[in-house]
């Protein structure tokens, strides 16, 4: 990643501090004169500059493991965290999951 301008860094800093603050976005904003809607813009310009997509599609690697002795399972291994599906996985806790990755995106 490039050096951010001076004026990422300002709104950078900003977002870091509401980040720590506990508040809520709009809480924050109406505390510190900040222009809810330039906070929004803000925040998601500087997450993809601060961590862009690698690919257009937004696929991730999916490795299929086949066992003899067991049934087909799926891996998957995004930054550091596994998580593997297979016969005895809870179908409703797959859900779950993938719901909740979906709101982290």
Request: with cysteine.
């Amino acid at each position: 990643m490039k050096a951010l301008t001076e004026k990422q860094q300002h709104w950078s800093s900003i977002i870091e501090q509401w980040s720590h603050s506990g508040l809520s976005q709009a809480e924050y904003c109406r505390q510190h004169q900040v222009d809810l809607e330039r906070f929004y813009s803000w925040k998601y310009k500087l997450t993809k500059i601060k961590h862009p997509r690698t690919d257009n599609a937004g696929f991730l690697p999916l490795t299929v493991i086949e066992k003899a002795d067991t049934a087909p399972s799926i891996s998957l291994s995004v930054a550091g965290v596994q998580i593997r599906y297979d016969h005895d996985t809870d179908p409703q806790l797959l859900k779950q999951l993938l719901c909740a990755l979906r709101a982290v995106s």
